[in-house]
């Protein structure tokens, strides 16, 4: 069930009969987003009032307590799965509140989702729901005063803990990776910044991700899609990074710079056999890649200057040495206006379905 209050909505009238009048079939999900002020203790005892919900997604309005919200959904067995939204970053001030839940009251929860200011995401992961969390969305919002890796610093207690998406609005503070060293068991790993928000991962940072999570399966590192702005692009020897420090990875997506021009002094002629041979799908999303390159211009590539030269690299050279990196590769799917062609050109070398 879902409910959708605007201002002058009678939101609080509605909750209160579905809380005492109207007699519903059992509610397995409630949804309600609320720009009204003052509608948690309404929301509070409509939750309480259908003890078989699993899902309970809130997005909360202006002077509404997420406190109260959250110690009811403490109250129902069978809850699974949380999705929390400040809406108007006012309930900043809550963490002592939001923390103060009985440990183990929400040890059946298994899919968090918290998006608001540093403050408020700070609180929510807070909550004592560390047991069996298998997967936790973060959206972060502007900057409020706290910093990012604030937000972080509990992440560690959640050892269950299987796919992790970080979302952030602002930097992403790279160095804060460390935090998660303690989920041991991570298999999904998606940062995905906001528009105009530059990735900004170093090869550094690669690495500190790969010692952090070695039983990583998916990475994915990309911006929300901002076509033609350069700094979303990690050069292709981050790639290479990737490919030598990540051994269990089975599927990526970056937005990579495949272009001669990107990459001046990297040996496109020499790829290496490396580490991972369990990657299958590499997502290339709008990457770039030289359009110019043509069949002969691959053929002759070793004479090139790449300093000089337009042409680039092409798909059999970029298709032999991510066979070289990848052996088990199978999928390489690019989407970019301008470049798909050519990525799709990759993909058929590798499946072999072209020479």
């Not at 909505?9 to 909750?15: D, K, N, S, T």
């Not at 309404?42 to 939750?47: C, F, P, R, V």
């Not at 930097?171 to 998606?190: I, K, N, Q």
Request: hydrophobic share 40%.
């Amino acid at each position: 069930m879902s409910i959708y209050s605007r201002p002058g909505g009678p939101a609080e009238a509605v909750l209160n009969s579905i809380a005492n009048d109207i007699s519903l079939p059992k509610l397995t999900r409630f949804s309600i987003t609320t720009f009204v002020d003052g509608c948690g203790p309404a929301i509070s005892q409509t939750i309480l009032s259908h003890r078989g919900v699993q899902s309970l997604t809130i997005g909360l309005g202006t002077r509404t307590q997420a406190a109260p919200i959250l110690q009811s959904g403490a109250q129902l067995p069978h809850l699974h799965h949380i999705s929390i939204s400040d809406l108007f970053r006012t309930a900043t001030d809550q963490g002592p509140n939001v923390r103060r839940l009985p440990r183990g009251s929400l040890a059946a929860v298994t899919s968090l989702k918290v998006v608001g200011g540093s403050a408020f995401v700070d609180a929510v992961l807070g909550l004592p729901v560390a047991g069996n969390m298998e997967s936790i969305y973060i959206g972060l919002a502007e900057e409020d005063g706290t910093p990012f890796a604030h937000c972080l610093r509990s992440i560690g207690q959640f050892t269950r803990l299987k796919c992790l998406e970080l979302q952030p609005d602002k930097r992403m503070p790279w160095s804060a990776v460390s935090m998660l060293v303690g989920c041991r068991e991570l298999e999904v790993f998606r940062v995905v910044t906001a528009r105009f928000r530059p990735l900004d991962v170093s090869e550094a940072d690669l690495e500190r991700i790969a010692n952090a999570l070695p039983r990583l399966q998916e990475l994915t590192l990309t911006s929300l899609s901002n076509l033609g702005w350069e700094a979303k692009y990690m050069p292709i020897r981050y790639l290479y990074c990737i490919a030598t420090r990540f051994r269990n990875l089975r599927k990526l997506c970056v937005f990579v710079d495949a272009t001669a021009k990107g990459n001046p002094t990297f040996d496109w002629t020499a790829p290496e056999a490396v580490a991972n041979k369990v990657l299958e799908e590499l997502d290339v999303a709008l990457s770039k890649v030289d359009r110019e390159a043509e069949a002969a211009a691959n053929e002759a590539f070793e004479e090139l200057d790449l300093a000089s030269s337009a042409v680039g690299p092409g798909p059999k050279v970029i298709a032999k040495m991510f066979r070289a990196w990848w052996p088990r590769l199978r999928v390489v799917k690019g989407d970019d206006p301008e470049s798909g062609r050519v990525w799709a050109e990759v993909n058929a070398i590798i499946r072999g379905e072209s020479k």
